[in-house]
């Protein structure tokens, strides 16, 4: 729980959201003794990196994995803050039990997805870009999954997916969990950030010498600003900019937010289920979701649902999630499992106001390292105009720890921008 704080009238660097990003930002700020504020229109902060609980459990509604975990850098923070690391591998290259899948067509699958992310590394290579899935084998008897795969991974399917973006991403194939929650690290970071609750940012007029922020709380004067909001809300212009920022909006519209949501399910008589065992519920579609059964060893299971599917889903409303995942599971494990399960809680990232989506993803034709979409978002305007966020991240984007990164560019940024040397704050430039 962040600190209660009354809303500044002044201020020198205002930060717009309390995620993963803003939260960084913030403390980054801080540790060079600049003033900051962060404006949340939520009534908690994290963003998409919420924890909640349920019968006891922590359950991850937004990300949930430390993806590149070797090389995350919440990892050793987190440690640091006192939370638990769970080091157990994903589950995602088996499926449990063999359901619906041979042992030989899983070896099939992974040989196919290795064939083609060396044909998106070669094509990348060469500078092309378009859908990824033209890089798909034609008629080939994976591709489906590998789309219904690329709905959990990036929100999206492979046509919606930039080639240069796609390939830019960077994997080390080492993934960790936060026991406790990851949600529930973000919120801890940010216990003692100056975060104003239930502060929705509506205008910001930057037409004089310094910034003026009007607010559901009232107004802010700030030198400079760092803009951490989702590129579904910038897009949307769900925060006016008078006067107007076009280049903004536009850059933002080219890396919109995927989806993918989440339904975790109490099951009755789990001690059967192997701990952290995986299934697909088809392999033949890309309307398919994935199970991860008892996650930690909790006597729950949790549903990932992607792209296409995840938005049909929501239209529907979060019921039709569990009655989704039954029907899969029904076909994989007998017409009486549904009776086991008990829906607990289904994130709804896409109907949420103040995200729109997941995470982003970059279509064809805006993936460039220097010129697409997220180099767009990165540049500051003015110099006291700061964007970050995983949208702006070119090789973690779509990751908590790629947000926090970003979060701590912009502040750098913006601490330079004020005409103090960021390095006389920061230990580990020394």
């Known amino acids: 729980m962040s600190l209660p704080i009354s809303l500044p009238s002044s201020i020198d660097v205002a930060v717009i959201g309390a995620g993963s990003s803003g939260i960084s930002a913030a403390r980054r700020l801080a540790k060079a003794g600049v003033s900051v504020v962060v404006l949340e229109a939520r009534d908690r902060i994290g963003g ?17 994995w430390l993806h590149s975990a070797d090389e995350n850098v919440l990892c050793g923070i987190g440690r640091d803050a006192g939370f638990t690391i769970d080091e157990t591998a994903p589950p995602w290259g088996r499926q449990a039990f063999n359901l619906g899948i041979t042992p030989e067509e899983q070896v099939a699958f992974g040989e196919a997805w290795a064939a083609f992310d060396e044909r998106v590394a070669e094509a990348a290579a060469r500078g092309d870009d378009g859908p990824a899935s033209t890089l798909f084998t034609p008629g080939g008897r994976w591709n489906a999954r590998m789309d219904a795969i690329s709905g959990a991974a990036n929100g999206a399917k492979f046509g919606d997916l930039s080639i240069l973006d796609y390939d830019a991403y960077e994997d080390s194939g080492i993934n960790y969990r936060v026991v406790e929650g990851y949600g529930a690290l973000i919120a801890a970071l940010g216990a003692e950030a100056p975060v104003v609750l239930d502060c929705a940012v509506r205008r910001i007029d930057r037409s004089g010498a310094r910034l003026m922020i009007e607010t559901s709380r009232g107004t802010v004067e700030a030198q400079s600003l760092i803009l951490t909001l989702p590129t ?23 890396a919109p937010l995927g989806l993918a949501s989440k339904l975790h399910m109490a099951l009755h008589g789990w001690e059967e289920f192997p701990k952290d065992g995986q299934l697909w519920g088809r392999t033949d579609t890309a309307q398919t979701a994935g199970y991860h059964l008892r996650p930690f060893g909790r006597p729950i299971i949790e549903g990932y649902f992607g792209g296409d599917l995840a938005w049909g889903l929501e239209a529907e409303g979060e019921a039709a999630f569990f009655d989704f995942a039954c029907s899969e599971l029904a076909d994989l494990l007998g017409s009486s499992f549904p009776k086991r399960l008990r829906a607990l809680s289904t994130s709804m990232w896409g109907a949420e106001p103040f995200s729109l989506g997941a995470y982003s993803h ?47 560019r912009a502040a750098v940024e913006a601490i330079t921008a004020l005409g103090v040397d960021p390095r006389l704050s920061d230990p580990e430039a020394h």
């Not at 979409?373 to 006291?384: F, Q, S, T």
């Open 362 to 408: 970059v279509p064809p034709g805006q993936g460039d390292r220097l010129t697409g979409a997220r180099a767009r978002l990165r540049r500051p305007i003015e110099d006291r105009i700061f964007v970050a966020g995983e949208a702006t991240s070119s090789n973690f984007y779509g990751t908590c720890h790629g947000a926090w990164m970003e979060g701590e």
């Open 48 to 64: 998409r990196a919420f924890t909640k609980a349920r019968e006891g459990i922590p359950l991850d509604l937004g990300c949930g």
């Open 232 to 254: 579904s809300i910038l897009a949307s212009e769900g925060v006016r900019f008078d006067p107007p920022l076009p280049d903004l909006v536009e850059a933002a519209a080219g």
